[in-house]
């Protein structure tokens, strides 16, 4: 069964300053990962995503991640950090034989410093 | 607008009692999903749905119950058997239920539910 480990329950940074949110993931093969955002007392919406190709994933609100097969790792980057970005991250695997099926880690919350 | 509606959004229980949670979606989705979600834990799998009339048992599947009669229904029960039911629990829909470059997961806005 694969799993997924966000090792930061809680990140610190401040605005305009470069983010690196970590995710570890263990499958046995060619694994689908996600990113989702969400902001308090809402649902989750997708960042970006990665199912085969080009190992790194640009996504939306300037976000993106590298696929690092060696390292079973999908961090999630962003060059300069917004205010409006502060939310709680996830970041999830899907297997191709389990449907819709994801495994998501426990989450990351971002606070952003003025 | 289309998307997936949640109701209520927030859900008090008493000891003893049954609640429904309500999910709706106008996506024309296949499929359907309940999701719990606790602090620190990320999100777990209760119960999909790929099809009307066909429900399957997720991760945490034990004191829930669902049913699938339209396709742009999926209440989820939370029964007295759930001891621990106090947790914020989102609905999600997806086009065919099948993982692929052009499938996502849409999620609902969510209900907290907590225990009087």
């Known amino acids: 069964a694969q799993s997924v480990t966000q090792p930061d329950i809680h990140i610190t940074v401040s605005e305009g300053a470069s983010l690196e949110l970590r995710c570890n993931y263990s499958y046995g093969a060619t694994p689908y990962l996600f990113w989702y955002v969400q902001s308090p007392g809402q649902g989750l919406q997708l960042l970006l995503k990665y199912f085969s190709g080009d190992t790194l994933v640009q996504g939306i609100k300037g976000f993106e991640a590298e696929f690092k097969r060696s390292q079973s790792s999908f961090n999630l980057r962003k060059p300069s950090v917004h205010w409006s970005d502060a939310a709680e991250y996830f970041c999830a695997v899907g297997a191709s034989n389990a449907g819709n099926m994801l495994t998501f880690g426990g989450g990351t919350r971002l606070m952003v410093k003025p | 607008d289309g998307g997936i509606t949640q109701s209520p959004k927030y859900l008090f229980r008493k000891e003893g009692q049954n609640v429904t949670l309500s999910c709706e979606q106008n996506?024309?989705?296949?499929?359907m999903y309940w999701y719990r979600q606790d602090p620190g834990q990320g999100l777990r799998l209760i119960y999909y749905s790929q099809i009307v009339n066909d429900f399957q048992k997720g991760d945490i599947a034990e004191g829930y119950s669902v049913s699938r009669e339209k396709k742009e229904s999926f209440p989820l029960t939370v029964t007295s058997a759930q001891k621990n039911p106090t947790a914020f629990y989102l609905c999600?829909?997806?086009?065919?239920?099948?993982?692929?470059?052009?499938?996502?997961?849409?999620f609902g806005s969510g209900t907290q539910l907590s225990v009087l």
């Open positions: 999600a829909s997806s086009m065919t239920g099948t993982l692929s470059t052009n499938e996502k997961l849409f």
């Open positions: 996506l024309n989705h296949d499929a």
